[in-house]
Every structure is written in C-alpha cells, then in structure tokens.
C-alpha cells in the first residue's frame, strides 16, 4: 500500500504515463462507411485486394504493341519492318492475336493483345503506309507495359487495420472496387472545465472572471485529430456538480478531460473526483515534464480521464503528448515521425535535466535551414501558443540547448 | 502570336506555374461561423482584440498578495513578517487595499488586490498564526503575477486574414470573447475523370478496363485540405459530353480539375475542352518535374482548371503543387515549411538536370536519423503512394541524389 502510493505520486515520464494508461484502455467501436466518407477515418480491419490491378497487362504509351523479339537489333539506319494487323480500342478487350513481324496500335492505357510482350513508343517508329511500320529501336520484353497484377496482386493486404486513410488509400480502395469500408467510431471526447473565475467566452468579465480558454483549445485540438468533442461546460468549484458532470461525461463520451481550475483548492476538488469514479481510477499524479507537470492521470472502466495543468499552454501540451495518440489511433503505438521536423536552434535554452521540456518555438527557413526561435513567457499565455509553430522537445538527459543545436520539433 | 504560342507549350517550373495561374485567380467568399465550426478555416479578416486579457492582475501561484518592498531583505533565519488582512476570493473582484507591511490570501488566478504589487508563493512563508505570516524569500515587482493585458492587450491585432485557424487560435479566439467569425467559403473542387477505359469502383472491370483511381485519390486530397470536393463522374472521349461537363462543373465549382485518360486522344480533347472554355484560357501546357509533366494550367473568369496527368502519382503529385496550396490559402504564398522534413537518403537516385524530382520515399527512423528510403515503380502504380509517406523534393540544378544525402520531404 505504501509503496502503490508512492508509485503513484511519482512523476512519470511521457513514456511510462503511455504505457500505464495503455494498458488499461478499451475505447472504441466500428462503423461501416461509404468510400467517399472515409478518409480520414482509421481502418478497423486490415483490407485485401480480391482482383488484380490492373486486371491485364496494359501499355503505359502511345504506340505500338509488339513481340519484343521482333525488334531486337533494330536502328534507325535498319529500322524493323512491322505489319499492323489490328487496333486497340481504349477500355476494350484485344481480341486477336499478335503473330511474328506483326504490331497492333495501342493508345495509353490500352490491354496489350495476346501474343504481344512489349510497346514500341510511337516515337521510336515511322509509318511506312496504313499496314506498315518500321521499328528504329529495340525494346525489351515488358518494355512499356504494367503486367496484369502489377500494382495490386489478387488477395495481397493492401491496407493495415489501425492506419488512418490517407488520399492515396482511397484511391487504392476505388482500385480494388471498395465502396464501403469498416473504420473505427470517431472517439468522444468530454470536455469540463473548472474554477469558479472561468466564464463562458459569450459573456463578459467581470473584475477577477477569465473567459474560458482550455475548453476552445482542447476542443480545437480534438478536432484536429478526428475525434468527436463535445464541451460540457464549466463547473463550479464542487465535488458533487463536478462528479455528476464527470459522470454524465463519462457515460456519453471514451475520453474526459478535465481542465481549467489551477488554484489547489480546485485540482483537490479535480483529484477527489476523478478517484472516485471506478477501476481503475487513478494511475499517476504528475508527469516529469515542462509545461504540464501537474496532470492526473485515471482509467474508470477502460476509458481515460485526465486532469489537465489549468494553464492553457500546459493543458495543450500534455494534449499532444497524450490524447492526440490516442485520438488517431486508439491506442499508444512508437510513432517515430511524431517529432518529424529538425530546426536549428537560434538561442540557448537551459532545461532542468531528468524531466523533458516542451518549448513553444516559431519556425522559420533562413538560408535554406529551418530555425527555431524560441517563443518565451508564461505557460498562462495562450498569445504565446498563437505565435508558436511548433512544439520542440528537448529529451529528460539534456540540462538545455544551445543557439545553433538541432532539436525535434512537431508541428502546431 | 509566334511568342504567345511558343509561351504556351514551353514547360514552366513549379514557382512560375503558380506565378501564372496565380495572376489570374479570384475564388471564393466569405461566411460568419460560430465559434466551434471555425477550426481548421480561413480566417476572412483581422481579428483584433476588444480587452485585455487578463483583464486585470492575476496571480501565477498559490500564497500572498503582497507589496515586494516588505519582503526585501527577508531570509529564512530573518523571516518579514506580514499581518494577514484579507483574502482573494476566485472569480471575485478583490476590493479593499493592502497597505504597508500586509498580506492577503490569494489563489492561483486570483485577482491581485489593489496596493498589491507581487505574490508570493505559499511555500515560502510560514503561518505564525490566523492573521500572521513570515515570508522567507523576497519577491521582486511583478512576481508570480500576469498583468492586465499581458497576455492580450486591448486593440492589439491577435490573429491574421489568410491563416488558417489552429486549436491554439480557437483558444485566443474564445479569451477575447468571440463567438462567431468571419472565414473564407470552403473552396469547391470539381473533379472529373475521363477515358474510355475507366469505370466506377463499384463496377467489376471487362477486360481492357480499369476502376477510376484518380477522382477518389484527388478526392482524398481536397478533403485533407478542408475544399469541398465534388465528383462529376467519368466522361466518355468526347468533346462534347466533356465541354458539357466542364462547364456544369465550373458553374458550381471554384476550381476544376479532369484527369484520368492518359492516351493522346483523350489528352487532345481535354486540351481542346478547356481551351474553348473562356478568358484567358489555357496558361501553360507542361511543368518541368517529374512526375506530372503533362500538366495544362487554364484560368476561365478566375477559376483555375488543370488539366492533370493521367497516371495516378502524377496526378497526385501535381495536386500537392498547385492544387493544395490554392485549396489551403485561396492563392499561392510563400510557405518555407511546405516541404519541413529533413531526412537522409538511403540510395543514389539519378534525375534530370533542368527539373525537379519528387521521388515517392519511406521515412523511418534510423538510429535517431530519419532516413528516406525511394519506393520505385511506375507512376502508374498507385501502391507505390500507398507505399510512401513522404514526397521528397530533388531541385532542379541537381542532377540526383546520393545515398547520405538530405533531401527535403513533405509527408503524405
């Protein structure tokens, strides 16, 4: 007992916060959707091609359909002589065959006729009358032609349950003749806020009162990554409005945020509330990092509900690093691209060494590298968020950066 | 004439293919949304803020409101002692005045009390008794306070026309209390496939036949962009089922895009299609890269229409450069992070000298490096996209790439 209190008051880093709250989620439910809906969406199951694409060998140029073997040697000063024997219509089967010394014309896109193994670019050839062509450069067998299965063999996984559709998988989707397919629900996210200073951004404040900022962003962040928030409003500092609000979320949504309140008193109220919810409630206080080291971290019956810092910088940060994962892809999964931009830094930066810091960052090209200027000012400042490009991450071991080191940096 | 033809066909870069087109554009509009439809829009206008935000002193931390001058000299060993005569309530205004030599409670986002100039924090004072504290460490002016207007001041210009709205925008937008604001119309997308050969993905393909790809792919793409696209179907090789279709297409529509038949035939008709469509007409006929060479740019009374190439990276890959930033910004604008990542190649790739490369690559992490590994195939193989998750950029003075090399990539 001692010991799990003290696990749990432990700040945690980012990867062991993942990998507890992982391991105890279970969010999420399937819908079949029409193709022209899906992109976007994740694949619940992995999909397959039944068909071949293209379903025969087609020519990727204007020209003509050869045997191969019928060119071999040919030069402009000893062209290869060709009979044309035939046609083929564009979107029509070439019926008919292809005999030695014999080429068909063929359009782009074109089957090849039995008997033919290669195209001759029109470039490459010289009409001697309607019947006769000389050839002025060899080609090889498959020159010029994508093989029946080429770009998609019949039963091959084509897409990955748990990958996000993408534009080029939808066009590969149409290839293979889907028109509907399974993807994941989008993940309901609740969203409250709390503190007795917050108001709506509707109404104005009065002296001591701040419109709500934490719900507008986390509700922008949500969207961003396709889920579906829903904001709840702000709660009073009370345990029992913020417990009845709580548990309306919890049954109408797969994630609960909390956020907003930043005095103790309301983290208390926050804490109290979220462990008193269900199994297993609350799993860690605190994350080893900077902005957004007082974060709560609960699973109440699969779903996550985190108390996010009061402070709007802190509570997008800790956003990124822990909800957007599980918004695009329902779980924790290694994303090695997640910090996908390299930007030399433009000043010194001093982190404390053994807790990551996320520094807000306005990047720039000059002389063809990309810069990273540092954005300072509290993480109470959401200007400082809006002038901000990206988030650079400097790792738990460093105790800083200097003006012309590289760090990672993700994109805002 | 002799000039303006030669104009025509010669093969223009990326930067002067939207230079072109660019001058001739006008698209869209403008509409008022509410708050919460507003993230991942154009914002229409300047925003300016009303008030300041915070609209009054606030405090950063838990502890006492104090004047710093009583705190100077203060020490654990020689503790300032304060008399406690108030305390800041959340959410209400602080009235009444602290004078020399007193503190008052206040709670994180509290508002500072009149007389008050710094807070400090509760761990660094000791409670002697109810209405006595000692502060052990002094505080400077402006400690763990936000002034008024610190975040935002009044009048200030927070966001800009022309960009587009982030989650940390939607917060800024919330904290000065805008509920609705002005964006520019989703751009409308026009697509049209043509080529004897293709057939709707429902359909099962005869032989010589192919399901469209390109309509859904580009679909796919607009979407990401937040345009509306719209599919026109699959027009058989007329020139009059196509003009037909164009212009129903540029009726409802603010851009237009034909791909998909890529045999000569069908490429004549679409030119000729979009050639007799109005003024100025077509713009250019090519663009120096590789792929999506065969690009026709036109302008018809300020609407673009492209005449993209048939194969499907190609198509896809045009999209990216002139399609996508129209559909993200409604004009062509410098974005030096168009192209953010750096990665390193994993083998020599050779191009052309006079164009630029976009070569279809696999970005993975090696060993903290993020390598760019080529996916090699025919253009016409939508796998091969499939396959990719970057589009790296070889400038046109190159003449390749070798293995170690950086290359800048653009993730798809």
Redesign the interface.
């Known amino acids: 007992m001692a010991e799990l209190f003290q696990d749990l008051f432990q700040a945690r880093t980012v990867e062991e916060a993942r990998t507890i709250i992982g391991g105890h989620i279970n969010i999420g439910g399937i819908e079949k959707v029409l193709?022209?809906e899906s992109?976007?969406r994740r694949l619940a199951e992995d999909v397959r091609a039944l068909?071949a694409?293209?379903?025969?060998d087609?020519s990727?140029m204007?020209g003509f359909a050869v045997k191969a073997r019928d060119t071999f040697g040919a030069s402009e000063s000893l062209p290869a002589y060709l009979d044309v024997t035939g046609e083929?219509?564009?979107?029509?089967?070439?019926v008919g065959n292809i005999g030695t010394g014999q080429a068909w014309r063929i359009?782009?896109?074109?089957?090849l006729p039995p008997g033919a193994d290669a195209v001759v670019m029109v470039e490459y050839t010289e009409e001697l009358d309607d019947r006769t062509i000389g050839v002025t450069r060899p080609v090889a067998p498959g020159d010029h032609v994508?093989r029946c299965g080429?770009?998609?063999s019949p039963g091959a996984r084509?897409?990955s349950a748990g990958q996000i559709?993408?534009?080029?998988?939808?066009?590969?989707?149409?290839?293979?003749?889907?028109?509907e397919v399974a993807v994941a629900l989008p993940i309901r996210v609740g969203i409250i806020s709390t503190?007795?200073?917050?108001i709506e951004?509707?109404?104005?404040?009065?002296?001591?009162?701040?419109?709500?900022?934490?719900?507008?962003?986390?509700?922008?962040?949500a969207?961003?990554c396709g889920a579906k928030p829903c904001?709840y409003g702000i709660v009073r500092?009370s345990y029992e409005l913020l417990l009845d609000k709580v548990r309306q979320a919890l049954a109408e949504c797969d994630i609960v945020l909390l956020s907003g309140?930043?005095?103790?008193?309301?983290r208390d109220v926050a804490h109290k509330v979220i462990d008193s919810l269900g199994f297993p409630g609350v799993l860690f206080h605190g994350i080893s990092i900077k902005p957004g080291k007082p974060t709560v971290g609960a699973v109440v019956d699969g779903k996550p509900v985190f108390g996010l810092p009061?402070h709007?910088v802190s509570a997008?940060v800790v956003f990124e690093l822990l909800v957007t994962p599980l918004l695009k892809y329902g779980i924790y999964r290694n994303n090695?691209?997640e910090f996908?931009?390299?930007a030399r830094m433009t000043r010194n930066m001093r982190s404390a060494a053994g807790r990551e810091d996320y520094l807000r960052v306005r990047?720039?090209?000059d002389e063809e590298i990309?810069v990273a200027e540092p954005i300072l000012g509290?993480s109470?400042?959401?200007?400082t968020?809006?002038q901000?490009?990206g988030l650079a991450r400097i790792p738990a071991e460093k105790e800083g950066v200097e003006a012309g080191e590289y760090v990672e940096v993700k994109?805002?």
Request: proline residues 10%; aromatic residues 4%; glycine residues 14%.
């Open positions: 193709l022209l992109p976007g068909d694409v293209p379903g025969f087609r990727t204007d083929v219509l564009m979107g029509r089967e070439a359009p782009t896109g074109g089957m994508v080429e770009d998609i084509v897409l559709i993408r534009p080029q998988d939808l066009g590969l989707l149409s290839s293979v003749g889907l028109t503190g007795d200073e917050v951004p509707g109404c104005s404040p009065a002296p001591g009162q701040v419109r709500d900022i934490n719900s507008y962003a986390l509700y922008g962040q969207a961003a904001i500092d309140g930043s005095s103790v008193g309301v009061g709007p997008m090695p691209l996908p931009v390299r990047l720039y090209k990309i509290k109470g400042l959401i200007s968020m809006v901000a490009n994109l805002i």
